[in-house]
C-alpha cells in the first residue's frame, strides 16, 4: 500500500482521473449531446463536481487518521485544486454562457438572487486558497497561518451547499445528502478539536507568569 500512495504514478494516474469529467464535458459539447439546455447541463454538471471534488478533499484529513494512511496528504492539495478549477468552469459558464459576459446581470444576481450570493461567496473563498497553494507560499505564510487560511475550505463547502439548497426548486434531497456528507466531514474535525489531548493539557496547564522583583 506504502509503495503505491508514495509513487509518482498513482498521483499521475489520479491527475487523469480528476480530468475524466471535464473531458467528458467537452466531448459533449462538441458532438452536441448535452440535451435541449447545454448552459444549464453545464452548470449542473460543473456544480456537482465542485461539491464532490470540497468532500474528497476534506475526506483527506480523517482517512489517513482513522485509516492510518499518513501519505494521502499527497493527494490533498490536488483534489482541492481540482474543486477549484471545477469552480472556475462553473462560474466561467454561469458568467459567459448564462449572462453572456453581462458583469454588471452578474453582479446584480449576486446582490438579489440569494443562491447566487452563498455559490458566489463559496468560490470568492477559494481564489486566496488556490493560491496559496503552493509550498512556497506555505513558507512564505508560516504553517500555522497557512494552516488558518486554508480553513476557510470549511466556509465554501457550506457555502455550496447552502447554494445548492437554495437553487433547487423541488426534491432538496441531493443538497441535503450532500449537506448530510459534509456535516460527517465537518463534525469529525470538531470532535477531532475538541477532544485533543495536546489542546487539553495546554488549557488546563497552570499559566505562567513572569516573576515581579
Ligand atoms: C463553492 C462554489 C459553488 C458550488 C459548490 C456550486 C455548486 C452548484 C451545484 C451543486 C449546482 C446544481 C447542480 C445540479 O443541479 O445537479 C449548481 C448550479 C448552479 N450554480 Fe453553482 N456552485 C458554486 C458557485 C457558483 C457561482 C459562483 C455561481 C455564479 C455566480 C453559480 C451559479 C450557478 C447556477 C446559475 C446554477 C444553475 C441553477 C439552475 O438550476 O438554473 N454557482 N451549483
Not at 501519505?71 to 483534489?79: A, E
Not at 486558497?129 to 512564505?140: D, P, Y
Request: charged residues 15%.
Amino acid at each position: 500500500m506504502d509503495s503505491i500512495l508514495n509513487s509518482k504514478w498513482t498521483k499521475m494516474v489520479l491527475f487523469l482521473v480528476c480530468l475524466i469529467p471535464a473531458g467528458l464535458l467537452i466531448r459533449g459539447a462538441i458532438i452536441g449531446d448535452l440535451g435541449s439546455n447545454p448552459t444549464q447541463f453545464l452548470e449542473h454538471a460543473t456544480g456537482d463536481w465542485v461539491l464532490r471534488f470540497l468532500a474528497l478533499t476534506l475526506a483527506i484529513t480523517p482517512l489517513r487518521k482513522l485509516l492510518k494512511l499518513p501519505q494521502l496528504i499527497r493527494y490533498r492539495r490536488m483534489l482541492g485544486l481540482f474543486a477549484f478549477f471545477y469552480a472556475f468552469c462553473h462560474f466561467s459558464i454561469y458568467l459567459g454562457l448564462d449572462q453572456m459576459l453581462d458583469f454588471h446581470g452578474v453582479w446584480a444576481d449576486v446582490m438579489k438572487r440569494r443562491y447566487i450570493t452563498a455559490g458566489f461567496t463559496g468560490f470568492v473563498m477559494m481564489i486566496p486558497l488556490a493560491v496559496t497553494s503552493t509550498a512556497g507560499w506555505i513558507r512564505r505564510m508560516g504553517g500555522k497561518r497557512w494552516q488558518i487560511l486554508h480553513r476557510a475550505i470549511y466556509i465554501s463547502a457550506v457555502a455550496g451547499v447552502v447554494h445548492y439548497y437554495w437553487l433547487v426548486k423541488s426534491g432538496v434531497h441531493i443538497p441535503l445528502e450532500y449537506a448530510g456528507v459534509m456535516a460527517v466531514l465537518l463534525g469529525w474535525r470538531a470532535v477531532a478539536w475538541a477532544t485533543d489531548p495536546k489542546r487539553r493539557i495546554a488549557a488546563l496547564a497552570p499559566k505562567t507568569r513572569p516573576e515581579l522583583s
